[in-house]
């Protein structure tokens, strides 16, 4: 009787582990074990972040990078294809040296901005000045003739350069709110002599230019410990850098002191005229609906203070360790599953806007965008983008992700479209379901976003690996879902600033020859 019972037990057991098995779905499952036991993130994030380097718009190395991706893709078996949308300024960055040679010699540390004219060959030698105060325009203007010859700084000396949360750590509390009233006192100034110039950021290098400065000095403190901003240069013929925090405010204060520094700049960066911009395209197409596509996004190209690695070369990587790992565990889909590689994303969402225009039949078929962003953390966050049924078929897919990864994930629903800021909002203005995986920050906005830090060190790939994981899933559940998913919209909330109901956005056009002066 024992033994009966035991083995009655025992072919209970092993019906049940059966079943248990065959509840769990075979490619969830292949996705999950490649992405964990054979991934491609490291080396991915060598070859493009070490090897290609930053990928402003315009340069060799944004090229090279969408032939990388081409090769990479094809070697997996998938077909890709470089797509060009428009023409950009040609430019590539140089050797640049920036010393100071009085009152003492100390090699300093900065960069030309992206797009700042080169130096004569042996470089530029000239004295520094400040901006005045000045009451209005006028006065301005009749400073402006002390400027030539002169390399101007332009940027607000920073009073600290130690980031809130040190001193919310160290200092006293009211040592603390001493040094904010007095930045903030400070920063109040000079935006009003800003003001009282009658010019900003953009137009005030160019006058300067015309006024026959030798060079523009600026600094884009990013708020944290060795961290600048590099964005581009306004002037045309004369050299724009951009130099630390700490260099900066020694400069400054010299110059204050009447100690008259003087730098000798050297920047060979290299104008090439027009060059063609593009967008990196791969698929895997569909067996049943290859007329109805799920969209991997994410935005190829970076600024090029550091190697664009979290911005956006983890977003990269998501999405082309994504589709290696579905062209095995999931080679023939249901609806085309098509990856896009956007170009001058930072100039505007350009790549992404000219796909949206240039391919209507596309974004008409639209099942799922799922587009990657904002830094190296795992996804935190999606919002259902103001679609009104979202949450029926998102809620779906996201119950199949394995709940250490779900469980931090905070859903919206329906939320609201975007109208800026990446690269779904160029679908979600055209009425296409489209998601933003959004990530946790790892210090994302102070310490690597478009700043001097953002380089391969800075990626965590274990998040991106799980990112990877929820990318494939994601792709392959909407793939798989029975129905065309719905587009209906749901009613917007009463805008704040207006009190008036907010409207959908609508498409915009990209800007396709850009850069050029």
Sequence with gaps: MIKKTSLLFAMFLASSLSMLAQDKDAVIEAIIQEANENSQLETLGHELMDGIGPRLVGTPQMKNAHDWAVAKYESWGIPARNEQWGEWKGWERGICHIDMVHPRVQSLRGTQLAWSPSTPKKGVTAELVVLPT????????????????????????????????NWEEFATEKSFEKMK????????????????????????????????????????????????????????????????????GMLYRLVESGQQPQLHIVAESKELGKVPTFNTIAEI?????????????????????????TDNGTGTLVMMEAMRILKKAYPNPKRTILVGHWGSEEQGLNGSRAFVEDNPGIVDGV?????????????????????????DYLGKWLHEVPGEITDEIETTFPGTPARGGSDYASFQAAGAPAFSLSSLSWSYWNYTWHTNRDTYDKIIFDDVRNNAILTAILAYMASEHPVKTSREKAALPISSRTGEQLEWPTPRSPERNGGQN
């Design 181 to 248: 009233k007095e930045r903030d006192g400070q920063t109040e100034a000079w935006n009003q002599n800003m003001g009282n110039t009658g010019l900003n950021r953009r137009t005030l290098p160019v006058a300067l230019e015309e006024a026959g400065a030798a060079g523009i000095v600026s600094s884009y403190w990013s708020r944290g410990f060795g961290v600048n901003k590099i964005f581009g240069a306004y002037t045309k013929e004369i050299p724009t850098v951009d130099l630390e925090l700490e260099d900066y």
């Design 134 to 165: 000045v009451s209005d325009s006028l006065e301005f203007v009749n400073w402006l003739p002390n400027v030539k010859g002169k390399l101007v700084m332009i940027s607000m000396p920073q009073p600290t350069g130690r980031p809130d949360y």
């Design 367 to 391: 099942q799922a965008v799922f587009n990657q962003d904002n830094g190296t953390g795992r996804v935190v966050r999606i919002s259902g983008g103001g679609f009104l049924h979202a949450y």
């Design 285 to 309: 197409k569909g067996s049943e609906k290859p007329d109805e596509y799920v969209i991997l996004s994410a935005h190829f190209d970076s600024w090029d203070g550091g190697t664009g690695a």
